[in-house]
């Protein structure tokens, strides 16, 4: 089974201020996806395939990387993104990261 | 609009059944695979079932392997999961969830369904 480590387990950031998420794989994955839940719903497709923005996704977010290290990150952080975050892989079944809770500061 | 609606959740006791549903709206259901998904309490996500489109290949989770069943039934647009030899450990919101391409990833999701198992 493939492990996916996210970090930081939780973080605090300002509005405005830049922030990045971690996600590291036990094995090399093809993609990186990530899902966004607020409290008390369902999750949401946010970035898939490592980098495309799911549709409504605001352009201050971005994926990136490769192998067993994908970063999502936010350019300046806003209110509305304080939310936890997870990361998921399909290359071998499916495995999520116990993500990481984003708090505003 | 793509929409995913469950159904069947409730208070079991350890060793039971249960059978859920989830209704599809909004997407050619018969076209994409479908998964369900769980959350426990606090906890975070754990994938436990993919049906392909046709209902011809599944796969589960060792979590849940041999006492979870995934099916469908394309002419009502409807994706069930039938749980038996419940757990406590099985408690949990479950989710059910549309395929994106490849299988690969979750890009809609229903609002879940609570089941909680307990004596």
């Known amino acids: 089974e493939i492990v996916l480590t996210q970090s930081p387990t939780t973080m605090a950031a300002s509005p405005g201020e830049k922030v990045t998420l971690t996600c590291r794989a036990s094995?090399?994955?093809?993609?990186m996806h990530w899902y966004q839940q607020r409290s008390g719903t369902s999750p949401k497709l946010w970035i898939y395939?490592?980098?495309k923005l799911a549709s409504g996704v605001p352009n201050r977010f971005s994926g990136s990387g490769s192998g067993t290290s994908y970063s999502l990150t936010i350019n300046s952080m806003e209110t509305e993104d304080a939310a936890t975050y997870y990361c998921?892989?399909?290359?071998?079944?499916?495995?999520f990261g116990a993500g990481t809770k984003l708090e505003l500061k | 609009e793509v929409q995913l609606v469950e159904s069947g959740g409730g208070l079991v006791k350890p060793g039971s059944s249960l059978k859920l549903s989830c209704v599809a709206s909004?997407?050619?259901?018969?076209?994409?695979?479908m998964h369900w998904i769980r959350q426990a309490p606090k906890k975070g996500l754990e994938w436990i079932a993919l049906?392909?489109?046709?209902?011809?290949?599944?796969y589960y989770a060792d979590s849940v392997k041999g006492r979870f069943t995934i099916s469908r039934d394309n002419s009502k647009n409807t994706l069930y999961l039938e749980m038996n030899s419940l757990r406590s450990e099985d408690t949990a919101m479950y989710y059910c969830?549309?395929?994106?391409?490849?299988?690969?990833?979750?890009?809609?999701w229903g609002q879940g369904v609570m089941v909680t198992v307990s004596s």
């Open positions: 969830a549309k395929s994106g391409y490849g299988y690969n990833y979750f890009d809609y």
């Open positions: 909004g997407f050619t259901f018969s076209s994409y695979g």
């Open positions: 049906i392909y489109y046709d209902s011809s290949n599944k």
């Open positions: 094995s090399s994955v093809s993609y």
């Open positions: 395939e490592t980098s």
């Open positions: 998921q892989q399909g290359s071998s079944y499916h495995t």
